[in-house]
């Protein structure tokens, strides 16, 4: 089958349908100039993960934590969603039951305006006081760029504020997990733009699949999960994903 068979069957497993759920990856937001953690100009290729994305990285040396983090904060008030965010954008108003879950932390989906998001490693745009002072209100927003200080400190007792994303080694928040668990009983899940190799995201369309979703990963690459579910179609996200809008609304 080719890539137009592909996604027409897609697009006709789509049609009617009401509970769509999409997961989403670094390689969505790619084509908006976001580099990726593990492709070839990934964010890994020139750091270790375990030394800027863990808590105990932060314990060590929380000036050189922040200064990645200001660092990407800078480059992300530069970028604008693409094709793709758009796209999902549109989806998540037209299924009466949409959800996107997805792993980026950038703010990109939001700033396309999707509907009924799921950020299941944060968000870059959040902070929180690194000692949970008492005063302070759990997270909040603050798009400062740069900060002025780094490390930025609490405004509540003056002690560090830590980026409001998930490190490795740190557990997923309960409330999203069950949330993104009740939108795996779908009738369509889609990957789009994830390696798959981050638990628990990575665990999400097996589990969508094995409640009886019709299961499709979208990536330029295969994956592990490209084995796993009922269709990979391999590609740029945003040309797939404009392909299928065109098929879903009727247009070449
Ligand atoms: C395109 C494209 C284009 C490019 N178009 N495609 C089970 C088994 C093994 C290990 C574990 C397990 N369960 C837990 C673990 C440990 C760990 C883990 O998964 N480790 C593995 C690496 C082995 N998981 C955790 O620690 C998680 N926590 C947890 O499980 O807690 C349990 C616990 C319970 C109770 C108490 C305590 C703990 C937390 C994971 C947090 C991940 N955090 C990060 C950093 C976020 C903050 C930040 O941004 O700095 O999240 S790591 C990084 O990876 C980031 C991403 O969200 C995540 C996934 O990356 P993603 O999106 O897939 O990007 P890439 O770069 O990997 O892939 C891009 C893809 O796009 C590629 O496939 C390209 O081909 C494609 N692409 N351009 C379409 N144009």
Redesign the pocket.
Same mark, same amino acid.
């Given at each position: 089958m080719n890539n137009a068979d592909r996604l027409q069957t897609v697009a006709d497993r789509l049609r009617d349908k009401r509970r769509v759920t999409v997961l989403t990856?670094?390689?969505?937001s790619?084509?908006s100039g976001v580099p990726?953690?593990?492709?070839p100009d990934?964010l890994w290729k020139k750091q270790r993960?375990e030394t800027l994305?863990t808590a105990d990285a932060f314990r060590r040396d929380p000036r050189v934590v922040w200064e990645w983090?200001d660092w990407r904060r800078q480059v992300l008030s530069t970028k604008v969603p693409n094709r793709a965010h758009e796209v999902l954008a549109a989806w998540s108003e037209r299924f009466p039951n949409f959800t996107l879950i997805t792993?980026?932390?950038d703010g990109l989906h939001e700033r396309a305006g999707t509907r009924n998001l799921i950020r299941f490693?944060?968000s870059?745009w959040e902070v929180l006081c690194w000692d949970r002072c008492a005063n302070a209100p759990g997270r909040w927003w603050d798009d400062t760029v740069p900060f002025p200080q780094i490390p930025p400190s609490c405004p509540h007792c003056g002690g560090m504020l830590r980026p409001g994303?998930?490190?490795?080694?740190?557990?997923?928040d309960p409330d999203v997990i069950a949330k993104s668990t009740d939108a795996l009983d779908c009738d369509v899940f889609f990957t789009?733009?994830?390696?798959?190799?981050?638990? =628990? @995201?990575?665990a999400l369309a097996h589990e969508a699949r094995h409640r009886g979703a019709f299961t499709v990963e979208?990536?330029?690459?295969s994956?592990p999960s490209s084995n796993a579910v009922d269709l990979s179609v391999q590609g =740029? @996200?945003?040309d797939l994903l404009q392909t299928l809008e065109e098929l879903l609304l009727g247009r070449p």
């Open positions: 990856g670094a390689g969505v790619a084509a990726t953690f593990r492709g990934g993960p994305a983090y792993q980026n932390v490693h944060g870059i994303v998930v490190w490795f080694g740190e557990p997923i789009v733009g994830t390696s798959a190799q981050v638990f =628990p @995201a990575a979208l990536n330029l690459e994956t =740029p @996200a945003t």
